[in-house]
């Protein structure tokens, strides 16, 4: 297993463009977080998924941002029409039931950059 | 509510410097305390963790102990080298929910 991976690791955009990320967990991991990181701050709680069920999510998700597990396996976050503040890093985490409090597995980020 | 405190940064030291950053937490119920360190351009890695009050984490010559009384899981490392150059954050992860909160980061800056 090579651990979290995210897709793409970099993106930039126009303001009022969609975009999509992709967040592939670890194989056997069921749960599936998504955070955001501006610069010089510690990463933001987005949302949570057990297998294909969002169970929760934070204010900070607007109605611009949806997110989706659909087979509980990988994940996408959409954001739509994007603004400037919209700028920072995705990150994606996952961790397996009972091991949550042991600590998550992260992946290596999507950089956003509105434009 | 609940919130992760950290020393801010940067921290500059010398090498073979020994090395502290202070966290402190506000959380309900019986948290598990992490610290996670990220390399320029890279996501999270998990540096150490502790579940219990009075637990040491340690990994790679770096120490935390979880002190419940005060609410704190210091960072602390004996001698450190230019390669543990990076940002750490304090976290937690409360039982009763489903995320980790985290600190705003400490940046590491050692110079040979």
């Known amino acids: 297993d090579t651990g979290v991976s995210q897709d793409p690791r970099h993106k930039i955009t126009k303001r009022g463009q969609n975009v999509t990320f992709r967040c592939d967990p670890i194989s056997e991991h069921n749960r599936l977080y998504w955070y955001r990181q501006t610069l010089g701050q510690g990463p933001e709680f987005l949302t949570y998924f057990q297998n294909e069920a969002q169970l929760e999510k934070s204010r900070l998700l607007s109605d611009r941002f949806s997110a989706e597990r659909p087979k509980g396996s990988f994940s996408t976050l959409e954001i739509q029409r994007t603004e400037q503040g919209d700028s920072a890093m995705y990150l994606c985490?996952?961790?397996?039931?009972?091991?949550?409090?042991?600590?998550?597995?992260f992946g290596s980020g999507t950089r956003l950059t509105v434009v | 509510g609940d919130s992760v405190t950290q020393m801010e940064g940067p921290v500059t030291l010398s090498e073979e410097a020994f090395l502290t950053i202070n966290c402190t937490y506000t959380?309900?119920?019986?948290?598990?305390l992490f610290w996670y360190v990220q390399y320029p351009g890279e996501g999270l890695q998990l540096l150490l963790k502790a579940t219990k009050a009075d637990d040491k984490g340690s990994n790679k010559g770096f120490e935390a102990t979880y002190r419940k009384e005060t609410t704190s899981f210091h960072l602390e490392k004996g001698s450190v080298q230019v390669s543990v150059s990076a940002v750490y954050f304090c976290a937690f992860h409360n039982n009763a929910g489903n995320m980790l909160t985290f600190g705003g980061g400490t940046r590491l800056m050692v110079k040979p």
């Open positions: 959380a309900t119920g019986y948290p598990s």
């Open positions: 985490a996952s961790s397996s039931n009972g091991q949550a409090n042991y600590g998550y597995t």
